[in-house]
Antibody, heavy 119, light 108 residues
């Protein structure tokens, strides 16, 4: 069965970076884009960007340009999302999810990773 | 960027009620509109894709309709397990992949 399994919760200080992983299984890794979506406490869903597992090409939301880096390791079917220069506004649950591209939809999601930024 | 506006922001309904949630796009976007359900502490789950297609395993009491700028999600007979927050999301003009602000559904 399709699974996206994320790394565990993180606590970081302001100004630090965090790197969250998302390991895919149950399907052909290179057939689907991986996206990252975050949700601040009590708030809605915010799309951050995507990575094409075939060639590692990325597209980031303008809000996160310069602060986010998405990478992948095809040997382990794992995608990574690193967010730098953290502030308290980055406290959120970070989800990975997949889609086929071309005006598609997010059909499977990771369980979420809580990142808490606190001094 | 296409902005998505949902209404209402919250609602309370009784078991067996027919419930409708609306999503309006800031510009016309064909049928590239998806609906998700999220329960507290959990990841969103896909309910409807391409405006009116039921995702695998989703009960048939859920349905979607619309095109252009106006879309609706309907629950024909509300069940206790349908509480949660519902989000629409457009995949017509990307990036960014924008979501509505959410509709919180409570059971009376």
């Amino acid at each position: 069965q399709v699974q996206l399994v994320q790394s565990g919760a993180e606590v970081k200080k302001p100004g630090a970076s965090v790197k969250v992983s998302c390991k895919a299984s149950g399907y052909t890794f290179t057939n689907y884009y991986i996206h990252w979506v975050r949700q601040a406490p009590g708030q809605g869903l915010e799309w951050m960007g995507l990575i094409d597992p075939v060639d590692g090409r990325t597209t980031y939301a303008q809000k996160f340009q310069g602060r986010v880096t998405m990478t992948r390791a095809t040997s382990t079917s794992t995608v990574y999302m690193e967010l730098s220069s953290l502030t308290s506004d980055d406290t959120a649950v970070y989800f990975c999810t997949r889609d086929l591209g071309g005006g598609s939809y997010f059909d499977y999601w990771g369980q979420g990773t809580l990142v808490t930024v606190s001094s | 960027d296409i902005q998505m506006t949902q209404s209402p922001s919250s609602l309370s309904a009784s078991i067996g009620d027919r419930v409708t949630i609306t999503c309006r796009a800031s510009q016309t976007m064909n049928i590239n509109l998806n609906w998700y359900q999220q329960k507290p502490g959990k990841a969103p789950k896909l309910l409807i894709f391409a405006a009116s297609n039921l995702h695998t395993g989703v009960p048939p009491r859920f349905s979607g309709s619309g095109s252009g700028t106006d879309f609706t999600l309907t629950i024909s007979s509300l069940q206790p397990e349908d509480f949660g927050t519902y989000y629409c999301q457009q995949s017509y003009s990307t990036p960014p992949y924008t979501f509505g602000q959410g509709t919180k559904l409570e059971i009376k």
